[in-house]
């Protein structure tokens, strides 16, 4: 696709937004999703509203994933992983990452950013429904979704359990250089530092999740506005095609980092380098240049893997950078 047919199209969402109102519950959606999940066993929220301008947000957890630290750390020394970990009284042995998705109201459109992993990498995925009945809404409610990349912790959701759109309404957005790979071609995924099973797996489950929408995706080149105040930024190397997003109005903006790091305090506190980043120096070097940016320009960040809600912002050291996480807002 190119640059003009992709401006068409969020013309064309923009204008059909009309005068839809911010966070009313729509017609369907919110009762299915009810009966879909199951309650958070701990009865904690697992939404988080705040604002960015004029731009209603909400981040919506879809649960946790996770794996062995290596994993998330490939290059980091033993000795230095383990105290790092033993430092952030982080278990040695495994490290949870969250699954922090943002729904935007922007220009009347409510836009789903990550569509989350549902149970394509573990039972500890799937509650965004739940999340988005908590706050009145329904998969039906989602007019847009753009996600960063393909990965399954990305794009799970997307599907049913019968192979169905499981937000029947939206029009989703995927970079085009990971359509490419990931969804074209069988991709050779030997680069990953897991078992081979888990390799065919991932693929299939990025593949089985995108099906419902092949027909009717909108595939984007990193770099493109997809509505006014939401910018894509071209961060390849984690993938072939992974962009990040800043959504902006007015002054105010926030910048979602997708999987330029995992978790703070092994990609962020500490330089160390994911497992599955396929091109590792292009991935940090896109890290530096986006995690320099919001340095710089002290834009607030949301982290998708990062502790929940994963907001906060990336301060500038010494030796690279830490990450301060933002007050909870009441
Ligand atoms: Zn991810």
New binding site residues.
């Given amino acids: 696709m190119n640059a003009f047919t992709l401006n068409r199209r969020a013309i064309m969402l923009t204008a059909v937004a009309g005068a839809s109102s911010v966070f009313v519950p729509g017609p369907g959606g919110s009762g299915r999703a009810m009966a879909q999940t199951a309650p958070s066993p701990s009865g904690n929220a697992g939404h988080y509203r705040f604002r960015v301008g004029a731009i209603g947000a909400t981040v919506l957890s879809d649960g946790v994933i996770g794996g062995p630290p290596r994993v998330y750390a490939s290059d980091a020394p033993e000795v230095e992983l383990q105290e790092a970990l033993r430092r952030a009284f982080l278990p040695s042995d495994h490290m949870t990452l969250n699954l922090n998705t943002l729904l935007i109201e922007a220009g009347g459109r409510r836009i789903l950013l990550e569509a989350g992993a549902g149970t394509t990498m573990g039972p500890n995925g799937g509650r965004i429904f739940e999340n988005l009945a908590a706050i009145g809404l329904g998969p039906a409610d989602i007019d847009a979704i753009v996600v960063s990349h393909t ?1 399954p ?2 794009v799970g959701n997307l599907r049913t359990a019968d192979g169905g759109k499981a937000f029947p309404r939206a029009l989703v957005f995927a970079p085009k250089a990971d359509w490419d790979f990931f969804v074209r071609t069988d991709p050779d995924l030997s680069y990953m530092p897991v078992a081979e099973d888990f390799r065919v797996r991932f693929a299939a489950a990025i593949k089985s999740s995108l099906e419902p929408v092949r027909n009717d995706v909108e595939l984007y080149e990193a770099g493109a506005e997809i509505v006014p105040g939401l910018t894509t930024i071209a961060a390849a190397g984690h993938t072939p095609g992974m962009a990040t997003f800043l959504v902006h109005s007015g002054d105010d903006q926030l910048l979602l980092t997708a ?1 330029l790091a995992y978790h703070p305090v092994v990609n962020v506190d500490r330089p160390w380098l994911p497992g599955p980043d396929r091109d590792k120096d292009t991935a940090l070097a896109s890290r530096r240049r986006i995690f320099d940016m919001a340095a710089t320009d002290g834009i607030p960040v949301l982290g ?2 990062f502790p929940f809600p994963g907001l906060g912002r990336m301060l500038k050291t010494d030796g690279g950078y830490a990450w301060v996480p933002a007050n909870w807002q009441f």
């Fill in positions: 990965h912790d990305h999987d998708f893997h």
